[in-house]
């Protein structure tokens, strides 16, 4: 064989043994006794950001919906006066509540999409 031959069957090699699955990484010991459990299972599922996220989006949708009922309802209420849109009926069913609802619900994930965008260019995720 020729060199050039052999140098490309050795890289062959090299990107064989670079391909080649590597041995996953000793599992750390289970720990012992109930608190250190209890500890191991507050940091593994991080229990406490879970509960201060839970939290702070609880207030974080009172806000918003705040902000669709005392400022921007408000401005469409103005944009059609003299409509009772939520009081229209069609038989049994409350169209206009339905109606109502869904035009809240369309400004508030329109609000929480601006804040998400907002806030991921400041570097919050």
């Not at 974080?60 to 009926?89: C, H």
């Not at 619900?105 to 260019?121: D, N, R």
């Amino acid at each position: 064989m020729s060199s050039k031959e052999d140098e490309i069957i050795e890289e062959l090699r090299k990107i064989r043994q670079l391909l080649e699955p590597k041995p996953a990484p000793p599992a750390p010991p289970a720990p012992k006794g109930l608190i250190a459990e209890f500890k191991t299972f507050i940091s593994k599922y991080k229990v406490l950001g879970m509960a201060v996220a839970f939290i702070l989006g609880l207030y974080l949708g009172t806000l918003v919906e705040a902000l669709v009922n005392d400022l921007i309802m408000p401005v469409i209420e103005f944009a059609t006066p003299d409509v009772a849109w939520e009081q229209v009926v069609l038989g049994p069913f409350r169209v206009g509540h339905f109606i109502g609802s869904l035009v809240t619900f369309l400004i508030v994930a329109f609000v929480i999409f601006l804040l998400v965008k907002i806030t991921s260019k400041w570097g919050i995720e």
